[in-house]
């Protein structure tokens, strides 16, 4: 009776396999979404936060799921959407945490957060829907408070920007993951 033999894990590295990526869409459009991108994140730095809210769809969902630490021979997949996350919103409530963060009980934003937002490795996808993009990017985000406070946040995003009746860019999905399993920081206060 012979043994199976399972194959070495090194197998892998004998035959690797190029990536297949899409093609590159226009470098115009690649330079014109980083733009929108780069503006966002300095819309949120400066606390303009109501012009924020005008760059998302009426339909938009953002959402940032909690981060499970798992074993790599465990195959239940990545984040679950009927999962805890720390974001689940849709516009109404992306616009109950603008009112909240500028309301003047928002102890945790009295002094305000000072925060610089970095926005990185930006990758554009076309999608099969005209106007739709899918993008691809990294983060860093700084944020420091009264003297001494400060904490960071790292990650990645996949958003889905859709141009709107009058050809401008918006943002109409964005999925969030950082790289914290446990949110070190106090508070939660920042839109990535």
């Not at 590159?24 to 012009?51: G, N, T």
């Not at 996350?85 to 009980?105: E, Q, S």
């Not at 996808?125 to 406070?149: H, K, P, Q």
Request: net charge negative; charged share 30%.
């Amino acid at each position: 009776m012979s043994q199976v033999q399972e194959p070495h894990p090194a197998d892998a590295i004998r035959s690797p396999r190029p990536p297949q990526f899409p093609a590159l869409p226009d470098p115009r459009l690649v330079f014109e979404i980083e733009q929108f991108l780069y503006r966002e994140a300095r819309l949120l730095d400066e606390e303009r936060y109501e012009e924020w809210l005008g760059l998302l769809t009426e339909d938009v969902h953002y959402w940032m799921p909690g981060i499970q630490a798992r074993y790599r021979n465990d195959t239940s997949g990545g984040p679950i959407s009927e999962r805890m996350a720390f974001y689940d919103d849709d516009l109404l409530n992306l616009r109950r945490r603008v009112t909240r963060f500028m309301h003047a009980t928002a102890w945790a934003e009295d002094p305000a957060t000072r925060a610089c937002h970095i926005i990185n490795n930006v990758e554009v996808e076309l999608t099969d829907t005209e106007g739709d993009y899918r993008v691809y990017s990294t983060f860093v985000n700084c944020r420091g408070r009264n003297e001494a406070e400060e904490s960071w946040l790292a990650g990645r995003r996949t958003d889905l920007l859709r141009r709107d009746a009058e050809g401008a860019l918006r943002l109409a999905r964005r999925e969030i993951y950082i790289t914290q399993t446990v949110l070190l920081a106090k508070n939660l206060n920042v839109f990535l």
